[in-house]
């Protein structure tokens, strides 16, 4: 039998404040397990928690940036679930009166086909802590660290049929979230994790199927793996059937399997009740205007900011912007050096190769803007040849050194002299005469020849441009 697939996420984002959502411990990845913790975050008797108004305008901002609406009144409430890592045995989130209902992101695919995905609420929520399953001790220790790290939760309609889908969905949220600046969304981390929710139906049949979620995927590999895995697996139930199970369940990545860990549950399984030490809260209009004003431009205008003003091709404008971090590299690079088209062919055609050699999840460049700037103004002005130029661009990669101070030191200027070039030219075409018989022959590839030949000698600092066009002239007189 064929199946329509619906699929919907839940995506959980933690944002960048300095403390946590109802404490004035530390927001901050890491440290020494249980030093970030205090009565408030960890639930001790008689300690009262306080919003912290940063975590609600971040929360308002990542609404506006879909398109949400931003509620009047909004409603602390606690969801009461008994996992180890909460301590409390409760979570402060928001079920009734979320601060954000609504909007949604529009997602290409491989075509170009757009689609609009649909969202039905942003609310703000605290992390739970982190579990540390332990063999060489069998047992789990837990870390209360995350413990009150302030979360939104982004949670979509479920208007997605694939896996394609879902990442294109996850991949624009994510570029969102980080050009607004609420989130270093870090997957691997657990900054920028989903829950995804999927469940098939008879194609063209209006009845949703029964759905199965899959929790804390934290790469777009692993949200693909697990939704095809899920997709061949209730397809087989289906065709033999048998039952679909209502049921969360955890993904191994390493095996490509997912295991039961319970039965879903539904929203009154959590009974949900107002936090009794947090009263409803008056989102102000005029609060929402002061986050507007903070509202930077998001991908789609910096495209059109590039291609307009800085003349980059669609292509190359929607490469640039795919991370937030290389947009702010990129046009620091172009403040000191302003050629901007040079700058960015550059960037994608040697800079980005570089950090997909690196295998990091993060873009980090480890050269300075200014002296990347350098580097490609004594490059584009025929100070250094390209050879030079890129190797040292691969050796200031790794040492950061002053690449003007390294061409100084070790005489690496371009020699741009066509008289001294000749000469070299003529030597070489008289030392190897089989080469010249060879490209009067037909063989261009000679001509590869002698420019490698001179390049080699002069150690890369003749110029290739000019020696081209000599060695030619020469040899087809």
Not at 50 to 76: Q, R, W
Not at 213 to 233: D, G, P, Q, W
Not at 308 to 316: F, I, K, R, T
């Amino acid at each position: 039998m064929e199946y329509d697939v619906v699929i919907g996420l839940e995506v959980h984002s933690e944002l960048k404040t300095n403390s946590k959502v109802f404490c004035s411990c530390k927001n901050e990845f890491g440290g020494e397990p249980n030093t970030h913790c205090c009565p408030v975050c960890i639930g001790l008797p008689g300690a009262l928690p306080i919003p912290n108004k940063e975590a609600v305008k971040m929360t308002i901002k990542a609404g506006l940036a879909v398109g949400s609406k931003i509620n009047d009144i909004a409603i602390f409430e606690r969801k009461n679930y008994f996992y180890p890592d909460l301590a409390k045995a409760y979570q402060i989130s928001q079920a009734v009166r979320p601060i954000c209902v609504g909007g949604g992101v529009e997602i290409e695919d491989a075509n170009g086909q757009k689609k609009f995905i649909r969202l039905n609420r942003i609310h703000l929520e605290e992390d739970a802590g982190k579990l540390i399953h332990n063999p060489k001790i069998g047992g789990t220790m837990i870390d209360y660290n995350r413990g009150g790290v302030p979360l939104i939760e982004i949670v979509s309609e479920a208007d997605m049929s694939s896996a394609e889908e879902a990442v294109a969905y996850l991949a624009k949220l994510r570029n969102i979230l980080q050009y607004i600046e609420v989130s270093d969304c870090k997957m691997e981390q657990g900054s920028l994790r989903c829950d995804v929710n999927i469940s098939l139906k008879p194609k063209g049949s209006s009845v949703l199927g029964v759905r199965a979620e899959m929790k804390n995927l934290n790469s777009f590999r692993s949200v693909t793996r697990a939704i095809e895995y899920e997709i061949k697996r209730q397809s087989r139930l289906l065709d033999e059937g048998e039952e679909v199970v209502q049921e969360t369940k955890r993904c191994d990545d390493a095996i490509n399997r997912s295991f039961s860990q319970r039965r879903k549950e539904d929203a009154q399984d959590y009974r949900y009740f107002p936090d009794p030490d947090l009263l409803p809260f008056r989102i102000e209009r005029s609060l929402v205007e002061e986050v507007k004003k903070t509202m930077p431009k998001l991908r789609e205008e910096k495209i059109r900011d590039y291609v307009d003003n800085l003349g980059l091709s669609e292509y190359d404008a929607s490469v640039l912007t795919n991370d937030l971090n290389l947009v702010k590299y990129f046009d620091k690079v172009i403040s000191y050096f302003n050629k901007p088209k040079f700058v960015c062919n550059f960037i994608l055609t040697t800079l980005l190769k570089k950090v997909k050699e690196e295998d990091e999840a993060d873009l980090v460049v480890p050269i300075s803007a200014e002296n990347f700037a350098n580097l490609l103004s004594m490059y584009e002005s025929g100070q250094i040849s390209q050879a030079i130029c890129r190797e040292l661009f691969d050796e200031i990669w790794e040492t950061n050194e002053d690449c003007k101070k390294l061409v100084e030191e070790r005489g690496l200027k371009q020699n741009n002299n066509e008289d001294e070039i000749k000469v070299m030219v003529e030597a070489l075409i008289n030392e190897f005469p089989q080469s010249v018989a060879d490209y009067k022959a037909g063989n261009t590839k000679a001509l590869s020849f002698f420019i490698g030949q001179l390049m080699k000698r002069t150690q890369g600092k003749a110029n290739a441009q000019i020696a081209s066009k000599l060695i030619k002239d020469i040899l087809d007189k």
